[in-house]
């Protein structure tokens, strides 16, 4: 069983930053694919970035450039750092898991997911 727990939403102004965290309990977290993915209200949930265990990486076109996702297997945790903030960014964010993906940006490809953190970006 793998626990997930985010932190670090907030609201900010258009153009600026925030960093997620994504604290993960379980002995094999550093084997895991670890993603986040983010649904604004009245929209489906939609892929955002996802991080394998060797540290390869794949994000959505809408956050390269902008957003950053990283690792340390050390603490079992994942981060998401988001720069140039824009308004349509306003989403829940939740950081998912899996032992493996074949398809990383399919959320059913995921078995554990957080109970997600708000992002709010004021225009």
């Known amino acids: 069983q793998v626990q997930l727990v985010e932190s670090g939403g907030g609201v900010v102004e258009a153009g600026g930053s925030l960093r997620l965290s994504c604290a993960a309990s379980?002995?094999?977290?550093?084997?895991?694919?670890m993603a986040w993915f983010r649904q604004a209200p009245g929209k489906e949930r939609e892929f955002v970035v996802a991080?394998?265990?060797?540290?390869?990486?794949v994000s959505s076109d809408s956050v390269k450039g902008r957003f950053t996702i990283s690792r340390d297997n050390a603490k079992s945790s994942v981060y998401l750092q988001m720069n140039s903030l824009k308004p349509e960014d306003t989403a829940v964010y939740y950081c998912?898991?899996?032992?493996?993906?074949?398809?990383?940006?399919?959320?059913?490809?995921?078995?554990?997911w957080g109970q997600g953190t708000q992002v709010t970006v004021s225009s």
């Open positions: 379980g002995r094999t977290f550093s084997t895991f694919v």
């Open positions: 998912a898991a899996a032992p493996s993906v074949v398809r990383p940006r399919r959320q059913y490809e995921y078995t554990y």
């Open positions: 991080i394998w265990g060797a540290g390869g990486t």
